[in-house]
């Protein structure tokens, strides 16, 4: 278990406080604001980092909340995606109704399969979120009428955002858009984590039988932060399809579905800001290491894992905890 | 008569690919239920397997069944170092931790392999003996393919019978139906681990040399064929022996029938089925829920 309750946790006042803004958390948003005017040129992976913070959150709610191992996460991404596409080809090229259709396409998916998979646990329930991703991947493959198949779906053209902001080939706008739909996200799940129903997915995670025995709806609690989860997932998929103006099969792939647990887990789960920490930083260094050896970097990617889960459970911002409770006993 | 060539030829065709993945995955089963260690990278061990058997015979000469024991025999026992150094650390961790930590296995396998033998398959060179058709008198069957559901079927039962008759097969038994008290009887269970992973990984080798040339070996086997072994193992009851041998038979022919009969959406059916079977029984067939 990543979560338990040990000497080292704050003391319940403390955890009856934790809801109100520590100004450590305004950190993420001036570093976003920051990198906004210090690196100018690096803008588009900016803005596909923030967009891998949209899922990564996403994802926090569900195995770093709820406690639901998934391996096939990407497919609300991709329903999301694919949505936003076929929506901005044949309905309409303006983005803010493309991120709601959406979210409401990939949070339908995520309440049809939550439904089927969440009545199973274990490895049978890993074993069906694989399974649920491998058949959307395989419609998606085969719907070449309407997906473009292997193909993928060209020829996307965005229109302003309130038919003001163009999608400049700098990526500026991309970028500041993908930033709001993170604010706005990240202020969602925020709320959502500290209200009474977060707090019971924490419950679920640390404890079903106790969960049950006072009378929590444990199922359907956690069909509902599934389908949640599965529509902010497919808002980051949709920001992908309109910065990019681009949906290949890939959105669906495995790979995408792994790398984005990684990512959680390097920065950190069930703290909202392991979703920032951890994407940020395996995408720079992806961006940094992987081109000059692909091969490796899976290797490195693997040892990490391992690393991980023998030494820092918590990721890199639990290490940032011990370190200051370190200093804080040194002092 | 056309109709029941058709059936035969698949009900062959699905047999062969069931006797590959029931091999493959029956030591999954095991782990699952003994150790109740979720071992997502147990592909990884047949993956070595087909590796090994397959550069033995390419490079070195060597006869197709020694190659393949002396891969099953290398394989288990790097298994053993595995267990012993990595594995046995986290059989009390939660489940997230061991999927993390055998992905990343996965992923650091991946690498090695594409380092050392390319991205390409390997080529897989039948010996003349397993070439071409075998007259069973009423209909020729390809022969490699009856050799594999005959070797199979030799060893599930030598592992039944071994299971069923030996007092190691009663210890592995006694110590998946109570763990503790297997203990409590002077069961050394940590050493029954050692041995049963060692047995699985073995024999996932083994079927991953036995049916290299059905399941493709290529750096990204572990990956690419984990949802087929997760399903035989899901939908045969995790911690039986017999569960997963139904359950590949099953999946191995439906498979192959419907990726026979209608390509365009063959694999879904597979997926929707099994979705359909676990919805129905959620432990799977032969599991205890």
Do not use: C
């Not at chain 1, 900016?46 to 770093?64: C, P, R, W, Y």
């Not at chain 1, 970097?297 to 940032?320: D, E, N, T």
């Not at chain 2, 150790?35 to 147990?42: E, T």
């Amino acid at each position: 278990m990543f979560h338990r309750l040990s000497p080292d946790d704050p003391p319940v006042e403390q955890m009856v406080q934790s809801h109100k803004l520590r100004p450590l958390e305004l950190l993420p948003w001036l570093a976003i604001v920051g990198a906004y005017f210090a690196f100018p040129e690096y803008l588009s992976l900016g803005s596909q980092i923030l967009l891998t913070v949209v899922f990564a959150l996403s994802l926090d709610l569900i195995l770093g909340y709820a406690g639901i191992i998934t391996l096939g996460h990407s497919a609300f991404f991709g329903v999301g995606a694919y949505t936003a596409g076929i929506y901005a080809l044949h309905i309409s090229g303006e983005p803010l109704s493309g991120l709601v259709v959406a979210a409401l396409a990939a949070g339908l998916v995520g309440l049809a399969s939550g439904l089927v998979i969440l009545r199973t646990h274990g490895l049978t329930l890993l074993m069906l979120t694989l399974a649920f991703l491998f058949l959307i991947h395989e419609i998606a493959n085969k719907a070449g009428f309407i997906t473009g198949g292997a193909d993928g779906l060209q020829g996307i053209a965005m229109q302003e955002i309130f038919g003001q902001f163009r999608f400049d080939m700098f990526g500026r706008t991309a970028y500041v858009y993908s930033a709001v739909v993170l604010f706005i996200v990240w202020l969602f799940a925020r709320l959502l984590v500290h209200s009474p129903f977060g707090r019971s997915l924490t419950g679920i995670r640390e404890n079903v039988t106790r969960m049950h025995a006072i009378g929590t709806p444990v199922r359907r609690r956690l069909v509902i932060i599934y389908t949640i989860s599965a529509m902010i997932a497919g808002i980051a998929g949709a920001l992908l399809t309109h910065t990019t103006q681009f949906v290949g099969l890939n959105v669906l792939s495995f790979e995408r579905s792994g790398e984005i647990v990684i990512m959680l887990i390097l920065g950190g789960i069930g703290r909202l800001y392991g979703a920032f920490v951890g994407a940020a930083v395996f995408m720079i260094a992806q961006d940094e290491l992987a081109k000059a050896d692909p091969v490796f970097w899976y290797f490195w990617i693997g040892l990490l894992l391992v690393l991980i889960v023998m030494f820092a459970r918590g990721g890199i911002l639990g290490l940032v905890d011990q370190a200051r409770r370190w200093l804080r006993r040194r002092v | 008569m056309d109709f029941v060539s058709a059936a035969i030829s698949i009900v062959f065709h699905g047999l062969a690919f069931a006797m590959v993945l029931y091999i493959i995955s029956v030591g999954l089963s095991v782990t699952m239920g003994l150790m109740g260690f979720a071992n997502l990278a147990h592909g990884v061990f047949a993956m070595a397997g087909g590796y090994l058997t397959t550069t033995l015979m390419n490079n070195h000469g060597v006869p197709f069944g020694f190659a393949l024991l002396a891969a099953a025999i290398t394989v288990a026992l790097i298994s053993i170092v595995l267990e012993r150094l990595l594995y046995s650390r986290l059989y009390g961790a939660g489940e997230l931790e061991q999927v993390l930590f055998t992905i990343g296995l996965i992923f650091m396998s991946v690498a090695v392999v594409r380092y050392i033998w390319g991205p390409l398959p390997q080529r897989m060179v039948l010996p003349e003996m397993l070439r071409g058709q075998l007259d069973l008198g009423f209909r020729a069957f390809p022969t490699y393919r009856t050799f594999l559901i005959a070797v199979s079927l030799a060893l599930i039962l030598a592992l039944w019978l071994g299971i069923e008759r030996t007092n190691f097969g009663a210890q592995v038994r006694a110590a998946v139906d109570n763990r503790r008290m297997a203990e409590s009887l002077g069961i050394n269970t940590g050493r029954l681990f050692t041995l049963t992973f060692a047995l699985g990984s073995g024999l996932a080798a083994l079927g991953g040399g036995l049916g290299a040339d059905l399941l493709a070996i290529n750096p990204a086997y572990a990956f690419e064929y984990l949802v087929y072994f997760l399903m035989v193992v899901a939908v045969g009851g995790l911690g039986s022996i017999r569960g997963p041998f139904v359950a590949a038979v099953l999946l191995g022919v439906s498979d192959t029938a419907f990726k026979y009969l209608v390509p365009e959406i063959g694999a879904f059916v597979i997926y929707i089925a099994v979705i359909g079977l676990l919805l129905w029984r959620p432990a799977g067939l032969f599991g205890r829920a």
